[in-house]
C-alpha cells in the first residue's frame, strides 16, 4: 500500500479509516490530521516526502478554502481524494476543478473507501457516482466548444493511443494530430479546466463523455498492440502524470 495521509477535523472518522487501512494491510498511513496547514508543517519539519494519497475532507474548521486546500496539496506533490458527505456540490466541484483526483462518500463501506485510495494510488481515474454526480448538469463545468477532430483525436489520444497511432486511425498527418491535441489544451485552460498532463486529458474526456473506463481500458490494449506492430516504444518511457509535450 501506498504512503497516506489523513486530513478531517473529526478525530473520531480518522481513527476509523486509520483503522480501516490497517485491517487492509496498510499500516502506511504516515500523518493525520485535522487541517492541510498541520501536515505540510510536519512534511517540512520531518523531511517526509509526499505522500501518495491526501484523503481530504472538504470542510474543515480553520476557514480554509476547498480550492486554497486541494491546491497546496496537489502542489505538494500528492493525489487528492476527497472524503466528505458531498451534500455540498458547488464544494464538490471546486475540488475537481482544483486538481482532486476522485471522490467518495462518508456513507461509502470502509472497504470501499480504502480501494478508492488504492485506485488513486495507482494513478487511475475513480468513476464513481459521487464523480458523476458531481458532472451531470454541471454548468460550471464550462464547454470548452472542441470541434469534431479534436473530439476524436481526444477520445483515442486519452484513452490510450500514441500520438502516431492517433494520426494513423484518423487518416491524419502526425503534425495535424499534435496541434489538435495543443487546440485542445488551450480551449481547455479558456474555460478553466486545464489539462497539461494525459491523465488531465483523461479525466477532461471522461467529464465530457468522450470516454469510459472500460472503452479506455480497450483502447489501452489496442495502443500497446499498434506499438508492438510499429515498433514505435515513444510513449513507453511517457510518466503519465507529468506534462507529455503532446508527442
Not at 487511475?124 to 470548452?144: I, K, M, Q, S, Y
Request: charged share 30%; proline share 4%; aromatic share 4%.
Amino acid at each position: 500500500m501506498s504512503r497516506i495521509v489523513l486530513i478531517d477535523d473529526h478525530e473520531s472518522v480518522r481513527l476509523g479509516l486509520e483503522a480501516a487501512c490497517e485491517r487492509a494491510g496498510a499500516k502506511d498511513v504516515v500523518f493525520s490530521g485535522s487541517t492541510v496547514s498541520s501536515y505540510l508543517e510536519w512534511r517540512a519539519a520531518s523531511g517526509e516526502p509526499p505522500a501518495d494519497v491526501v484523503v481530504l475532507d472538504l470542510t474543515l474548521g480553520d476557514g480554509a478554502t476547498v480550492t486554497e486546500n486541494v491546491s497546496r496539496i496537489v502542489a505538494d506533490g500528492s493525489a487528492v481524494l476527497i472524503h466528505s458527505v458531498a451534500d455540498r456540490p458547488t464544494a464538490v466541484r471546486e475540488a475537481l476543478t482544483a486538481g482532486a483526483a476522485g471522490i467518495i462518500s462518508k456513507s461509502s463501506r470502509a472497504d470501499d473507501v480504502v480501494e478508492a485510495i488504492r485506485t488513486i494510488a495507482r494513478g487511475e481515474p475513480l468513476e464513481n457516482l459521487e464523480w458523476a454526480h458531481a458532472v451531470d448538469g454541471d454548468r460550471a463545468f464550462a464547454d470548452a466548444q472542441l470541434s469534431a477532430r479534436e473530439r476524436d483525436v481526444l477520445r483515442l489520444y486519452a484513452a490510450g493511443l500514441p500520438l502516431k497511432a492517433v494520426a494513423e486511425r484518423l487518416g491524419v498527418a502526425y503534425s495535424t494530430a499534435k496541434e489538435n491535441i495543443t487546440r485542445v489544451r488551450v480551449k481547455y485552460v479558456e474555460v478553466g479546466r486545464p489539462a497539461p498532463t494525459k491523465i488531465d486529458l483523461l479525466h477532461r474526456a471522461m467529464e465530457d463523455g468522450l470516454v469510459g473506463a472500460e472503452r479506455s481500458e480497450r483502447s489501452e490494449r489496442a495502443g500497446r498492440a499498434e506499438r508492438t506492430r510499429s515498433g514505435d516504444h515513444t510513449d513507453r518511457a511517457e510518466p503519465s502524470g507529468r506534462p507529455d509535450d503532446a508527442r
